[in-house]
């Protein structure tokens, strides 16, 4: 099983980035996928989530309206576009797979939004 975070970077604030996980090993269309980042001192904050099918997607009250996740089954992959940033969004993001009791992470990309 692996998920490969890739897309991270730094931009100014207001700029735009766009991940992408690249997920192998698993049946990705069974699992609900997710974005998690993690702050410097800070603890892992879930970002969003959708549904294994791409009908459903929630996100954190921080990021919602300026973030948006998706997903591509045919291709193993889901994205989380992200608009707006500002300098609380700096950290390291992980991508997350889940289903019943089972967990999959990414290595995690590194953002910082900083002018």
């Known amino acids: 099983v692996q998920l490969v975070e890739s897309g991270g970077g730094l931009v100014q604030p207001g700029g735009s980035l766009r991940l992408s996980c690249a997920a192998s090993?698993?049946?990705?269309?069974?699992?609900?996928m997710s974005w998690y980042r993690q702050a410097p001192g800070k603890g892992r904050e879930w970002v969003a989530r959708?549904?294994?099918?791409?009908?459903?997607?929630n996100y954190a009250d921080s990021v919602k309206g300026r973030f948006t996740i998706s997903r591509d089954n045919a291709k193993n992959t889901v994205y989380l576009q992200m608009n707006s940033l500002k300098p609380d969004d700096t950290a390291v993001y992980y991508c997350?797979?889940?289903?019943?009791?089972?967990?999959?992470w990414g290595q995690g990309t590194q953002v910082t939004v900083s002018s």
């Open positions: 959708i549904t294994g099918a791409g009908g459903g997607t």
């Open positions: 997350n797979a889940h289903r019943d009791w089972t967990d999959y």
């Open positions: 090993g698993f049946t990705f269309s069974s699992y609900a």
